[in-house]
Each structure stands twice: as structure tokens, then as C-alpha cells.
């Protein structure tokens, strides 16, 4: 680490963001697989192996939101679950 340069070894360039179209890819092939629930390991997964890099949590939170767009329940959002 250089301190006149105010660099941190682990600061690297600036994750790329998913785009819209990656997304929508990303949801789609999570819901054709038929996997349920979709959890958020699940969407992490899927974007790493489209973005060979680690997912950001807003990332992940998009596709979640895609994929309640869609249709798909979340598996959050069931709280008939935790009273059984």
C-alpha cells in the first residue's frame, strides 16, 4: 500500500453493474429451471457465472425484484411458512 496515494491493496476498478437486458437473462434462467424457492445464493450464483465476478447486493436485489415482477413468489414474503 502506497499512503500518498490513499490506495487500499483490496480497492480494485469498480464492479461492473448488471444491465437491465443481464437481469431480465438472469431471472428468466433462474425461473426456467424451476428451482423454488429462488433465494438470494441462488441469484448470486447465476450472476457470477454470467459476470465471472461477485455479485453486488443491489444486483441481486434487482433480480429479486425481477423475478417478483414476474410473478415467482419470494421466499421471504410467505409468513404462513414461519406460523406452521
Do not use: Y
Not at 431480465?24 to 454470467?50: F, Y
Not at 459476470?51 to 417478483?68: F, G, K, T
Amino acid at each position: 500500500m502506497h499512503a500518498s496515494h490513499g490506495l487500499h491493496p483490496a480497492a480494485g476498478p469498480a464492479a461492473r453493474r448488471v444491465t437491465d437486458d443481464e437481469i431480465a437473462d438472469i431471472a428468466s434462467e433462474l425461473i426456467v429451471r424451476g428451482h423454488s424457492p429462488i433465494d438470494s445464493v441462488d441469484i448470486g450464483v447465476e450472476i457470477t457465472r454470467v459476470m465471472h465476478e461477485m455479485p453486488s447486493l443491489s444486483d441481486v436485489e434487482r433480480v429479486q425484484e425481477r423475478i417478483a415482477a414476474i410473478g415467482h413468489p419470494d421466499p421471504h414474503s410467505d409468513k404462513s411458512l414461519c406460523d406452521a
